[in-house]
């Protein structure tokens, strides 16, 4: 098991959800299904990107983010929100969500790395969305979350951020800055605040990002 330990401004620790890990191959195996079952997408991701070993990546458990390219926004959030529903769960987007949506897809297969965490990078918590901003590191997206929810839903029946909140720090709109997080355990949410506003329970996830093969 991993445990994940969220330090408060007090000192004290928080104790935070704990999961099994998953080695690189099974996660790329669970990614490879869920576009399939979701999207009807088919791909080795084995051939078609350079996969980096475990060691090359900065966390000590790292899991995929897999973004066909060929879907909008939207699709993936549909996408989570048809399996959530196969549990009696849903997605709640609001407005930050149908901004969002607006979004064009790559038009191209990508493929990066997040820690594999329930919650956000530790050292990123409690920080305000405009400090995230202007650091040089490059963090998962709303489009990203969307799918990486539902792969680590459909391979683990487990939800990201029951306890914590995960900044978008790519999206800013009229000064509002978008999140997700779990709301009651029965609902992944979508929301906005403003990015100067910080909470300890609150942070981003940095991406690491591979390369397709020549």
């Not at 299904?33 to 980096?52: A, E, Q």
């Not at 549909?78 to 969500?97: F, H, I, S």
């Not at 050292?123 to 489009?143: E, F, G, P, Q």
Request: with cysteine; aromatic share 12%; hydrophobic share 40%.
């Amino acid at each position: 098991m991993i445990a994940h330990d969220l330090v408060s401004e007090d000192g004290n620790t928080v104790p935070m959800l704990q999961t099994d890990s998953l080695n690189m191959s099974q996660w790329l195996e669970q990614a490879e299904k869920y576009t399939l079952d979701f999207f009807s997408i088919r791909l080795d991701l084995g051939k078609y990107f350079v996969i980096p070993s475990p060691e090359a990546l900065p966390w000590r458990f790292s899991m995929p983010v897999f973004d066909p390219g060929t879907v909008s926004t939207q699709e993936a959030v549909a996408a989570l929100e048809k399996l959530l529903r196969m549990d009696c769960l849903d997605v709640w987007g609001g407005v930050a969500t149908r901004h969002y949506c607006g979004r064009e897809a790559a038009g191209g297969p990508s493929l990066g790395f997040i820690e594999d965490s329930p919650m956000p990078n530790l050292d990123t918590m409690n920080k305000r969305l405009i400090d995230l901003r202007a650091s040089s590191d490059v963090y998962m997206d709303m489009r990203g979350y969307a799918l990486v929810a539902g792969l680590y839903y459909f391979a683990r029946k487990e939800f990201l951020d029951v306890d914590t909140e995960t900044w978008f720090p790519d999206w800013l709109d009229v000064g509002r800055g978008a999140l997700g997080r779990v709301w009651k355990k029965k609902q992944i949410m979508f929301s906005w605040d403003h990015p100067g506003n910080k909470n300890k329970t609150r942070g981003a996830r940095r991406l690491a990002q591979t390369i397709v093969r020549v």
